[in-house]
Nanobody, 124 residues
Framework: QVQLVESGGGLVQTGGSLRLSCAAS????????MGWFRQAPGKEREFVAA????????YYADSVKGRFTISRDNGKNTVYLQMNSLKPEDTAVYYC?????????????????WGQGTQVTVSS
């Protein structure tokens, strides 16, 4: 069992930056693929980024590539999402998720544990 708690969301102007954190409980954190997803009002939850258990491999949605960076610190049981050059279309609730297999996935249905989400609002 893994429990995830996100933090770091807030209101920022276009072009600004935010860093989201996701603290995980459980001794097996380092064995999970970790992902970030987001959901805007009236839209389906969409994949943002994922990182392998070691942190050596990352994968991004085209919409955030070059602007967002996912990283993890297994010693602190924490995964991060650094978001730069934010745009109004990045406004959403951002969710941290854990996948109990080593193969990457961009499908929300293939992640086993979820946090409660943190709101990110980018003003124009």
């Amino acid at each position: 069992q893994v429990q995830l708690v996100e933090s770091g969301g807030g209101l920022v102007q276009t072009g600004g930056s935010l860093r989201l954190s996701c603290a995980a409980s459980g001794r097996t954190f380092s064995t999970y693929v970790m992902g970030w997803f987001r959901q805007a009002p009236g839209k389906e939850r969409e994949f943002v980024a994922a990182i392998s258990w070691s942190g050596g491999n990352t994968y991004y949605a085209d919409s955030v590539k070059g602007r967002f960076t996912i990283s993890r610190d297994n010693g602190k049981n924490t995964v991060y999402l650094q978001m730069n050059s934010l745009k109004p279309e990045d406004t959403a609730v951002y969710y941290c998720a854990a996948r109990a297999y080593q193969r990457f996935s961009t499908s929300a249905q293939e992640y086993h544990y979820w946090g409660q989400g943190t709101q990110v609002t980018v003003s124009s």
